[in-house]
Nanobody
Framework: QAHIIESGGGSAQIGDSLTLTCTVS????????MGWFRQPPGKEREFVAA????????RFPEALKGRFTISRDNGKNTAYLVMNSLEPGDTGVYFC???????????????WGQGTPVTVSS
């Protein structure tokens, strides 16, 4: 099973940018897809972004397209989530996940990290 560690969370103000980092070790030898979810306070987890193992397919919910960007560096077994123009609704715990997703359907996470909190304040 993959070991997933998120970092980069913290406090930010409305309109700021914040970058989250996800590092994966262990698990299958083939490069896995990686994706982000978030859980706002008192709400269910929701999909944020995903990227295939080869980096060719990226997916975001419609509401986040244009504000969030996902990328990866396979040499470092690392993925990044760049969040721009932060809003109060972006507050929550952000989780990194891995999957065998190949970009042809909805992203389905298989392994989860423990999360990193993000707080957006005015």
């Amino acid at each position: 099973q993959a070991h997933i560690i998120e970092s980069g969370g913290g406090s930010a103000q409305i309109g700021d940018s914040l970058t989250l980092t996800c590092t994966v070790s262990g698990g299958p030898s083939n490069t896995l897809a990686m994706g982000w979810f978030r859980q706002p306070p008192g709400k269910e987890r929701e999909f944020v972004a995903a990227i295939t193992g080869n980096g060719l397919v990226r997916r975001f919910p419609e509401a986040l397209k244009g504000r969030f960007t996902i990328s990866r560096d396979n040499g470092k077994n690392t993925a990044y989530l760049v969040m721009n123009s932060l809003e109060p609704g972006d507050t929550g715990v952000y989780f990194c996940t891995t999957s065998q997703w190949i970009g042809l359907q909805e992203y389905e996470p298989e392994s989860w990290g423990q999360g990193t909190p993000v707080t957006v304040s005015s």
